[in-house]
């Protein structure tokens, strides 16, 4: 069963980058497309990108060109980085797990961000 | 980019309820839609995809239908469990979220 688990830093300050890992266990990096979603307070979730075991990388454009994302398959991680973040990219930061449904299968348990200075 | 809109918001009921909630996309996107379920603290946990299709172990009193631009998921004789909110999203086109749902006590 795959599991997944969110790491990094809970406070960022304005203007600067934000990076989080999701740590995959229980199964291949190969096996999924590996999303970030996230959630503010009182907000609806959003998708902010995904990415292949490939490097393959599909970003939503609300977040123009503030977002990257990286796969490491020797460690079974991808990565996130946010950079240029204000209040407004405080939020709960999901990874998630897309199979062949193209639907989140599986998520990790969120991890709080805030950005403050 | 596809709209997705939720109603109620908020929705009071009590076990044994049937309860039904609607989301509309502002455009067509087929059969292209999942629900999930969030408790508080947790991640979404994946209901229903493909609008109609009930994930494995998901009890059987959800059930999901619709197509094009409007759905509904109904949950048949509320249980204390279903208490929680709950999330549309289409994959016709990207991946949008509605805005949620909140099932609570009445």
């Known amino acids: 069963q795959v599991q997944l688990q969110e790491s990094g830093p809970g406070l960022v300050k304005p203007s600067e980058t934000l990076s989080l890992r999701c740590t995959v266990s229980g199964g291949s990096i190969s096996m999924y497309y590996w999303s970030w979603i996230r959630q503010s307070a009182g907000e609806r979730l959003e998708f902010l990108g995904r990415?292949?075991?490939?490097?393959?990388?599909t970003y939503n454009p609300s977040l123009k060109s503030r977002v990257t994302m990286s796969v490491d398959t020797s460690k079974n991680q991808f990565s996130l980085k946010l950079n240029s973040v204000t209040a407004a990219d405080t939020a709960v930061y999901f990874c998630?797990?897309?199979?062949?449904?193209?639907?989140?299968?599986?998520w990790g348990q969120g991890t709080m961000v805030t950005v403050s200075a | 980019d596809i709209q997705m809109t939720q109603s109620p918001s908020t929705l009071s009921a009590s076990v044994g309820d049937r309860v039904t909630i609607t989301c509309r996309a502002s455009e067509s996107i087929s059969s292209w839609l999942a629900w999930y379920q969030q408790k508080p603290g947790k991640a979404p946990k994946l209901l229903i995809y493909?609008?109609?299709t009930l994930e494995s172990g998901v009890p059987s009193r959800f059930s999901g239908r619709g197509s094009g631009t409007e759905f509904t998921l109904t949950i048949t004789s509320l249980q204390p469990d279903d208490f929680a909110t709950y999330y549309c999203?289409?994959?016709?086109?990207?991946?949008?979220f509605g805005q949620g749902t909140k099932v609570d006590f009445k």
């Open positions: 998630a797990a897309t199979g062949t449904r193209d639907v989140f299968d599986i």
């Open positions: 999203q289409q994959y016709n086109n990207f991946w949008t």
């Open positions: 493909k609008s109609s």
């Open positions: 990415i292949y075991a490939s490097g393959t990388t």
